[in-house]
């Protein structure tokens, strides 16, 4: 089975539409969405709920700034600063237009920063583009051992 996508993302209507803009790329990879940074995280290494989710790790994360709990820079902080979680791709994918946020996010080691379009045509274009590179096109470094992080393997 495929590894997932990661979505970060606590608007549930724009997970509906990055959901719809997915399928309409003809998307074949499995999605898993959080809502937070916190959830995301405990994804990532196996704790709370998810202390027994498969052992696929994510392709790539697509990653919200603005959330509740956890918000995606800290989350993306505390990421990088997980020896077996620092070398997982994250798209930052935000309606955020502030550079410093830009600027903050490439400082924590985001691979990307894509501002949300306006139009669901725009994001249909920028997600098929996403897909090319980071599910199809980019070299993922050697598989990086996330089960190992909350004590599992």
Not at 45 to 68: A, I, N, Q, S
Not at 118 to 129: A, Q, R
Request: hydrophobic letters at 40%; proline letters at 7%.
């Amino acid at each position: 089975m495929e590894r997932p996508i990661l979505v970060v993302d606590d608007s549930s209507a724009d997970v509906e539409l990055l959901q719809a803009a997915l399928e309409r790329c003809h998307n074949r990879l499995p999605v898993m969405v959080v809502h937070d940074g916190q959830q995301a995280l405990s994804y990532l290494k196996y704790e709370g709920e998810f202390h027994d989710r498969d052992e696929r790790d994510p392709l790539f994360v697509l990653l919200d700034l603005k959330l509740p709990r956890v918000s995606g820079l800290e989350m993306l902080e505390s990421l990088r600063a997980t020896p077996e979680l620092r070398k997982l791709p994250v798209v930052v994918l935000t309606s955020s237009r502030l550079a410093q946020d830009l600027e903050r996010a490439y400082e924590l080691g985001a691979n990307a920063f894509v501002q949300k379009p306006t139009s669901f045509e725009e994001l249909k274009h920028d997600v098929g583009n996403i897909l090319s590179v980071w599910g199809r096109l980019n070299k993922q470094p050697p598989r990086f051992p996330t089960a190992q992080v909350g004590g599992v393997a």
